[in-house]
């Protein structure tokens, strides 16, 4: 098949692109910049999230995977536009294609809290299961691997200091994944009929708390490190 990626040359987007070409697929990555993405990879620069797409710079598209997402706002770079336009976006572009098979893969537990993040998770969601396409939602958990966010940081307090502040109150459950796991996930999806309109988490069999990964990482470090709780207004 030949698959648009949109932000693939994100953490997952490029295990994404590296296991859809292992499996023989061909890619058009879709994303604000190339990053890391090899060479050969077909690359069209757009940011999905700012406008609609023009349909006349693709070829034919058999299936549209959306990995678009971010953590943290940057200027115009914001969940709304990223989360939600962007969604809106890639599911007019793939009327125009007449592209059927649209996976998004958005985030386990969307409902976790009323903060823009989440909330703008959900209309993403929402965008996707309202529209007549074969649509599949993918939920990862806190996906790890080379270049991640969280356990990597985890990593560099862990190293700088014996002490992690963690806010006070519930911190999970969190349930790891490694990211060629989640890679692989999108790849079985796209071959799977039955997954069409199907809403599936993709997480690891583990429920932990956010102390007990971080004394996790710890031991794996072989340093100590000691879990001081502290309210999330006063962290704030």
Known sequence: MNILVAGASGFIGTAVVAALRA?????????RSRG???DDVKHIQIDVGSG?????????????????????????????????RA??????????????RFVHVSVVRPDG???PYHRT???????????????????????????????????????????????GGPTGPLQTVDVEDV???VVRTLATPSTHRATIDVVGPDRVSLPELVRTVGAALELPVWVARMPAGLMR
Request: glycine share 10%; no cysteine.
């Open 52 to 84: 609609p797409v023009d349909p006349s710079r693709f070829g034919g598209i058999d299936a549209m995977v959306n990995l678009i997402g971010i953590a943290v706002e940057r200027g115009t770079n914001t969940f709304e536009a990223a989360h939600v």
């Open 183 to 185: 890679a692989d996930a």
């Open 23 to 31: 499996g023989g697929h061909d890619v058009v990555a879709v994303s």
């Open 113 to 115: 809290s009323d903060g």
């Open 87 to 100: 969604v809106e976006h890639l599911l007019q572009l793939s009327q125009a294609l007449d592209v059927k």
């Open 36 to 38: 890391g993405l090899p």
């Open 121 to 167: 998770k959900r209309e993403g969601e929402a965008r996707v299961t309202r529209s007549d396409r074969d649509w599949t939602l993918l939920r990862p958990g806190l996906v790890y691997g080379p270049g991640d966010a969280m356990l990597s940081n985890l990593v560099r307090f862990v190293t700088l200091a014996p002490v992690f502040v963690a806010p």
